[in-house]
């Protein structure tokens, strides 16, 4: 994908989240399937419960940000059929640098019984692995009653690394998973947003924080967030989770889309599983206002026209000056604007500065102070896409380190064959000091997986 349709693309999700804050309907009740919030008194971090392991499943970008995952062994793809809705589960084992179907099956069979096999994957599925477990998380589509579409369910499903020993957890009737959002998980449950949804009036009346239980096959409601302001985890803390609110102020609420997006307006807020409560930080923003990345609850941000980092602490609202030049001794001439990029990793924030049409990519590290300009990348129909960090180990980095094509057999209307040409991506590993140094030491996979099986179910 080139810089100019990624751009396009993140101006599309902007809007998206625009839309859905102006399509909230009056109703505030939550949906009768869904189980209700615990009372005070039965807040996840009791004396009794386990010690959380707050991490982040899904970054804050929601489905549209990754289509991989991995943990410290492999990293798991979900590669969709030609001839209807289902999918594989590919894994990228980082031990024998291989790409392999995660079926253990000798004659392998497009049902059930392949724990590689998922049969549903319309509206979008991506694989998560964390709480030492692998997850798919399946988005649904809302049904459209005056087409007569009834919608796609929405499920999520955990099962071992291996994909063996499945448990399904259905999404309430009435319910969607929201698209623009991260997951949470702390090392047994995972966190993540439900939008309750009138089929009839094709509106989402609230949105509720809820942690998973696959045991008893349903999705636990902690707290409702309302129909006023868009919700969207973006990071978690210690104690729970950092959720990101956004909304239009009324007065604009009648303007057009591109008109509303210079007054949308964001505050951070914490959720505290020890105390089952929602707060305030203080921390807030307008569109454009400044560029930010969040770790643990700390914020790091840059404000617009500046080249100053900031942090600032949400659990106590502390402020300080990491830097006061990000781009240390690399700044480029003319003074460029600045968007620090995705999540924090090895310590170092990302970011890019654009000049015009132009825009580079460096990396500032939080222990060194030091700033290196980041400057892999590949072409792609004419474009220059860069390199980034997809994934990580303790010792390397799964990047994107170029594109592939394969050709799979689709069956036509009519029953017949053809063939369709497709890009892929292809992951490769990269130590991270090669990395943050801009050294193309890419170590690919053995992918002949795409030539050995049949691609065309």
Not at 126 to 133: E, Q, R, T, Y
Not at 181 to 187: F, K, M, S, Y
């Amino acid at each position: 994908m080139n810089m100019k349709l990624w751009k396009f693309l993140f101006s599309v999700f902007l809007c998206c989240i625009i839309l859905l804050s102006a399509c909230h309907g009056s109703n505030n009740g939550a949906s009768p399937n869904a189980t209700p919030a615990p009372a005070p008194g039965e807040a996840y971090g009791s004396e009794n419960s386990p010690v959380l392991e707050m991490e982040m499943a899904l970054s804050g970008a929601g489905i549209f940000g990754t289509e991989i995952s991995g943990d410290q062994n492999g990293a798991y793809f979900i590669l969709p059929n030609t001839g209807d809705y289902s999918g594989r589960l590919l894994y990228y084992d980082y031990a024998t640098r291989q790409l392999i179907y995660l079926s253990d099956q000798m004659v392998v069979t497009n049902d059930e019984e392949n724990p590689g096999w998922l049969e549903d994957i319309f509206g979008g599925a991506v694989p998560l692995a964390v709480n030492g477990k692998l997850y798919v998380v399946k988005y649904g589509k809302s049904p459209i009653p005056n087409i007569n579409y009834e919608g796609a369910p929405s499920f999520l499903l955990q099962m071992e690394p291996n994909a063996a020993s499945r448990k399904k957890l259905t999404v309430p009737q009435g319910c969607l998973l929201s698209y623009n959002t991260g997951i949470a998980a702390d090392g047994q449950n995972l966190y993540l947003l439900l939008l309750d949804y009138d089929a009839n009036a094709m509106q989402i009346t609230n949105t509720a924080l809820c942690r998973t239980n696959f045991d008893e096959n349903k999705l636990e409601r902690l707290c409702q967030l309302g129909k006023e302001r868009e919700g969207n985890i973006i990071g978690v803390y210690p104690e729970g989770l950092v959720l990101q609110r956004s909304w239009i102020s009324s007065e604009y609420a009648g303007d057009d889309l591109q008109d509303q997006l210079p007054h949308l307006q964001y505050e951070l807020q914490l959720y505290s599983l020890r105390e089952n409560r929602l707060t305030d930080t203080g921390f807030a923003w307008t569109q454009g206002e400044l560029s930010f990345t969040a770790r643990q609850g700390i914020v790091y941000f840059v404000k617009s026209g500046g080249a100053c980092l900031y942090a600032h602490n949400l659990q106590n609202g502390k402020e300080w000056i990491v830097t006061d030049n990000i781009f240390g001794e690399a700044q480029p001439t003319p003074a460029a604007s600045v968007m620090l990029m995705g999540e924090i990793r090895d310590n170092h924030i990302m970011f890019s500065s654009s000049t015009g049409e132009h825009t580079r990519y460096y990396s500032y590290n939080l222990t060194t102070q030091e700033t290196l300009p980041l400057s892999l990348s590949f072409t792609h129909e004419g474009g220059e896409i860069p390199v980034f960090i997809q994934d990580e180990t303790d010792q390397y980095f799964l990047v994107n380190g170029g594109m592939m094509n394969i050709t799979r057999s689709a069956t036509g209307l009519d029953g017949s064959l053809y063939t369709v040409d497709s890009s892929m991506t292809e992951y490769m590993l990269i130590k991270k000091e090669d990395y943050w140094n801009s050294v193309p030491n890419y170590i690919p996979f053995d992918d002949t997986l795409f030539q050995s099986v049949d691609l065309s179910v």
